[in-house]
């Protein structure tokens, strides 16, 4: 009765000499979730586009068997899959600012679906409205006539999904659909895609996300470098995994309730003094207040993790803490001298004392610029290669990238020396911001231990600035909790973690994936 | 084993090496150079050697492209009116360069009030198209090579400099010069380190392109007199002079033309490339 809506075996896929994909086997059935998880470059998104025979033009696919809907799809040409699209399943992207059209309100990017799917023009206004209302879209008979830009995240990806489920289609193909987004709202879509599924969807989803995957998904395929490293019900990868890289990345993972043996803490000195002090700080925006009586309290060699969703002033603060932005009223202290107050002028030879380590850290290398430029750059006075050498090897990174551009490098190797540059001019405090949000869970387990090293090292105090409550948890010392610019909650992490009081926390706390609270 | 989605189509390429157009193109401009350097050693005869038994030849094997009415070979004075007219586009753009870097970093960098007023110049002197600029010049100066050159360059000025202004604004927002401020450089260093060399580079690009369209004015200008004047072989000028015999001899107005034409186009098609490099190597 409940025959599979795709069944594939043996499927590979080649760009030319790279294989990309090589014998993935896969079947969805009708009210389950299959779900594909792997890092960049594992193949996981190629496979999901031939499922629905979208495909790079260089790509060539084969298999042994490719049943879409019982019916043998391989020889397909562009117009039997056209057909199958949309009607029989849907697809859902991951940035649903690019995948809505900008010119176009959600309620005609959903109207286009449901005609396509063969509602008649009478019938599909009603149609629309109850889609959107079943995908939790508020208001819809008003707000449906907004565009992609004026909705929030949430919002854009529950209009993507309504506009995926448009053509009533019995599968939907999920790729990334919510790493773009805060944890609550994560959530609140997940949820969404496992209502869908036990009202009879059959759901593909692709994801790095091992641990948001393991909540919904019946059944679990890890990939890695396009082939199936793993795969089984999601309970039995996260707690016996069987192959060493299924175990690696249970292991990465940031966990909620355990924390890494941490190096001993600067035990020598009882009370260690505090490096910088923002108080009673306050940022305004004409009408807006981004940051009300927020102060914070960074101690020698210690870490104080800011946690907040986007829009809660988390940038705001570390731009005043950096003093490019003056506050409205407060001040800053760095090591007990004014540092906010300062004239720029007086400020310029002490700037070093306070470096970032961005998101984005390609940005935040001049496109021109070699490594080793970059890196000569930040240290001090005239610096040789040798220097330069020396700084990337702190880091890990070999030493030939220094003739490198930063666009030849990968992710994981480019945040590694905007730490290097940061390490580079000898800080006393490194401000990281959304450090390793862009990073695959192993490499940014790596980074994570990184920058713990160079806390215990150097001593180097941090604040580090994530909407992901795991990865604060497992570096903090103390944390601060930031909702529209106040602070909810601060106090030790295991403080905050265990015994939250505030119910803006709790409410964080509990839409996380149990995958996180599980102790291991 | 069945095949699925065939490939329709190879990956498309780089354009990292340049096309045949893009060679025989630059090659052109090598002779173009060639005779901007040294006329001599493309051109046989001077271009005002004149020779009234042999005046308005057909093209020939002595004369490739004939000879004007006054007996002067029309190719020798095509090669020499290079030394014109792409000298003056030339210089017109390098003028517009200089002006448009200076006042548009000037307008990004430096307080609101300054770059809303160099906005509003920019505004007023693009509201002046190059041959009223050419005009006034040549009213206030008298015409000739000098005026000319300042008027187009002058006319060049205003969407220069608002393009690097633009990409000064953006790149001083950048995270790049963010980090070298926490790392503790003063402003003019990273003006000269990052935002200079980051807002300036792709205009130049443009500037190659702009050279092309240049010819144009200075021909144009020239053709209805307010070019560097007679007899200077501007190619601008040479039309206007053979004007007088079209209705029975084509080659002194046609060749002039063509060498306007071909010139521009070639200054175009390796400009492009050059930026499709450019821009392949830094996305």
């Given at each position: 009765m409940n025959a599979p809506l795709v069944e594939i075996h043996d499927l590979s896929i080649r760009f030319g000499e790279h294989t990309a994909v090589s014998n993935v086997s896969l079947s969805v059935r009708a009210g389950t979730c299959v779900a594909l998880v792997?890092?960049?470059?594992?193949?996981?998104?190629?496979?999901?586009?031939?499922?629905?025979?979208?495909?790079?033009?260089?790509?060539?696919?084969?298999?042994?068997?490719?049943?879409?809907?019982?019916v043998d799809a391989s020889g397909w040409t562009e117009r039997d899959w056209r057909r199958v699209r949309g009607r029989f399943a849907g697809l859902v992207l991951q940035d649903a600012l690019v995948s809505l059209d900008p010119l176009r309100s959600v309620r005609r990017e959903v109207t286009e679906a449901v005609r396509a799917g063969g509602a008649s023009r009478k019938e599909a206004p009603e149609k629309v409205l109850g889609l959107l209302r079943d995908v939790g879209f508020p208001d819809p008979e008003k707000r449906s006539g907004q565009f992609a830009h004026q909705l929030s995240g949430g919002l854009r990806q529950r209009a993507l999904i309504a506009s995926a489920l448009g053509g009533s289609p019995r599968l939907l193909i999920a790729d990334e659909p919510t790493t773009a987004l805060d944890v609550s709202v994560q959530r609140q879509v997940l949820d969404l895609l496992a209502r869908k599924r036990d009202e009879g969807l059959g759901i593909l989803l692709v994801?790095?996300?091992?641990?948001?995957?393991?909540?919904?998904?019946?059944?679990?395929?890890?990939?890695?470098?396009?082939?199936?490293?793993?795969?089984?019900?999601?309970?039995?990868?996260?707690?016996?995994?069987?192959?060493?890289?299924?175990?690696?990345?249970?292991?990465?993972?940031?966990?909620?309730?355990?924390?890494?043996?941490?190096?001993?803490?600067?035990?020598?000195s009882p009370a260690p003094e505090v490096v910088l002090h923002a108080e009673s700080i306050r940022v305004q925006y004409r009408t807006l207040t981004a940051l009300d009586d927020v102060s914070l309290t960074l101690k020698r060699g210690q870490t104080v993790g800011v946690v907040g969703q986007s829009g809660s002033g988390k940038?705001?603060?570390?731009?005043?803490?950096?003093?490019?932005?003056?506050?409205?009223?407060?001040?800053?202290?760095?090591?007990?001298?004014?540092?906010?107050?300062?004239?720029?002028?007086?400020?310029?030879?002490?700037?070093?004392?306070?470096?970032?380590?961005?998101?984005?850290?390609?940005?935040?290398?001049?496109?021109?610029?070699t490594v080793r430029q970059i890196l000569t750059e930040a240290l001090p006075g005239k610096a040789g290669r040798a220097e330069c050498a020396q700084a990337l090897e702190a880091v890990a990174v070999p030493v030939d990238v220094l003739q490198r551009r930063p666009l030849e490098l990968s992710g994981g190797q480019r945040q590694r020396v905007a730490i290097a540059r940061a390490l580079a001019a000898e800080p006393e405090v490194l401000l990281c911001d959304e450090a390793v949000s862009a990073l695959d869970v192993l490499v940014?387990?790596?980074?994570?231990?990184?920058?713990?090293?160079?806390?215990?090292?150097?001593?180097?105090s941090m604040v580090f600035v994530s909407h992901d409550l795991a990865v604060v948890r497992q570096v903090s010392d103390e944390v601060i909790v930031l909702k529209d610019g106040h602070v909810v909650e601060s106090g030790t992490a295991d403080d905050v973690y265990e015994r939250p009081q505030h119910a803006y926390t709790k409410s964080l706390l509990a839409s996380l994936p149990p995958a996180l609270s599980e102790g291991a | 084993m069945s095949e699925i989605a065939p490939a329709r189509q190879a990956p498309r390429t780089r354009p990292s090496r340049p096309t045949a157009g893009v060679?025989?193109?630059?090659?052109?401009?090598?002779?173009?150079?060639?005779?901007?350097?040294?006329?001599?050693l493309v051109a046989a005869s001077g271009p005002n050697d004149t020779d009234p038994i042999s005046n308005l030849l057909a093209p020939g094997a002595d004369h490739w492209f004939g000879t004007d009415e006054l007996g002067r070979d029309v190719y020798a004075r095509v090669i020499y009116g290079a030394r014109y007219s792409v000298v003056i586009a030339f210089l017109a753009v390098a003028l517009g360069l200089f002006g448009g870097v200076v006042l548009g970093l000037t307008a990004a960098l430096s307080g609101r009030v300054v770059d809303e007023g160099l906005s509003r110049v920019f505004d007023l002197l693009s509201a002046f198209p190059s041959v009223l600029m050419a005009l006034l010049f040549s009213a206030f100066f008298g015409p000739g090579t000098v005026s000319l050159t300042t008027a187009i360059g002058l006319a060049l000025i205003p969407s220069l400099a608002r393009i690097i202004r633009r990409q000064a604004i953006a790149i001083r927002g950048s995270d790049y010069v963010l980090a070298s401020r926490t790392l503790g450089h003063r402003p003019w260093t990273i003006v000269v380190r990052h935002i200079f060399p980051n807002a300036v580079?792709?205009?130049?690009?443009?500037?190659?392109?702009?050279?092309?369209?240049?010819?144009?004015?200075?021909?144009?200008?020239?053709?209805?007199?307010?070019?560097?004047?007679?007899?200077?072989?501007?190619?601008?000028?040479?039309?206007?002079?053979?004007?007088?015999?079209?209705?029975?001899?084509?080659?002194?107005?046609?060749?002039?033309?063509?060498a306007i034409v071909v010139t521009i186009f070639a200054i175009t098609t390796v400009g492009r490339y050059l930026q499709r490099r450019v821009q392949g190597r830094h996305s």
């Open positions: 792997g890092e960049s470059g594992s193949g996981k998104s190629t496979i999901a586009r031939a499922v629905l025979g979208l495909g790079d033009q260089a790509a060539r696919t084969s298999s042994t068997t490719m049943l879409i809907d019982g994801s790095h996300d091992l641990a948001a995957v393991a909540d919904i998904a019946d059944h679990v395929i890890v990939l890695r470098g396009g082939k199936v490293i793993e795969q089984g019900p999601p309970s039995a990868l996260l707690h016996s995994p069987g192959h060493p890289y299924t175990r690696e990345l249970v292991q990465a993972i940031p966990r909620l309730h355990h924390r890494p043996d941490r190096t001993e803490r600067t035990a020598e940038s705001t603060l570390l731009r005043v803490l950096l003093a490019t932005q003056q506050p409205q009223s407060g001040q800053v202290l760095l090591d007990g001298q004014p540092w906010s107050d300062l004239p720029e002028k007086a400020r310029r030879q002490r700037r070093r004392r306070i470096q970032v380590v961005p998101q984005d850290p390609l940005s935040s290398f001049d496109p021109r610029w940014q387990a790596q980074i994570l231990a990184l920058l713990e090293r160079i806390r215990a090292e150097r001593g180097i | 060679l025989v193109a630059g090659l052109y401009l090598l002779i173009v150079l060639a005779a901007l350097i040294h006329p001599g580079s792709p205009v130049l690009l443009l500037a190659t392109i702009e050279v092309g369209t240049s010819i144009l004015t200075v021909s144009g200008l020239s053709f209805v007199g307010l070019g560097p004047g007679k007899p200077a072989p501007e190619w601008g000028s040479l039309l206007a002079d053979g004007q007088a015999v079209i209705s029975y001899a084509w080659w002194p107005t046609v060749f002039p033309g063509l």
